[in-house]
């Protein structure tokens, strides 16, 4: 299995135990992409024993460059299925890595998963906004929530 983001220049591979392949913009850090630091939170949270390894994807390897071609958004694959949807990803890892051997993570009522991620979203385009002038109104919408 192999999660990744191209676009935010982090992913985790997974081959029978978990491996976790991540890159910042020098390739040695590890990247601060939200939605790379979710997942990797919930493998954490759940117990997960995994590996971490930096990859320079600006020289990506060319199984990392086929893998989802003009795929934009976080992608997994599993069993030659490719997942893009990074909330459909974390459902996947929920379902894969379930109880008794695995916590239960996923919330009771799913409208309070609707409300995490909006809360998610808004916050993830509060922290990459460059433009202080604009986060005054990225931190009312939060604050509003």
């Known amino acids: ?9 982090d992913s ?3 081959t029978g135990m978990w491996d976790m392949s991540v890159s ?23 117990g997960v024993v995994f590996n971490v390894t930096t ?25 030659g299925e490719v997942k893009t949807d990074v909330n459909k990803i974390e459902e996947f890892l929920e379902e894969m890595l379930s109880p008794p051997k695995y916590p239960k993570l996923a919330p009771r009522h799913r ?14 385009a509060y922290i990459k906004n460059t433009k202080p002038e604009a986060n005054a109104g990225g931190l009312l919408t939060l604050c509003h929530l």
């Not at 910042?24 to 759940?46: T, V, Y």
């Not at 600006?58 to 069993?79: C, E, I, S, V, W």
């Not at 409208?111 to 993830?124: P, R, V, Y």
């Open 12 to 14: 985790i591979t997974t």
């Open 55 to 79: 990859v320079d994807l600006k020289r990506k390897p060319a199984d990392l460059q086929n893998l989802a071609p003009g795929t934009h958004p976080p992608f997994l694959t599993f069993d």
């Open 24 to 46: 910042g913009i020098d390739g040695e850090s590890i990247g601060n992409c939200p939605f790379s630091q979710r997942l990797f939170m919930i493998l954490w949270l759940k």
């Open 111 to 124: 409208e309070s998963n609707t409300a995490g991620n909006d809360i998610f979203a808004k916050f993830s």
């Open 1 to 9: 299995m192999r999660i990744g983001w191209p676009w935010c220049s």
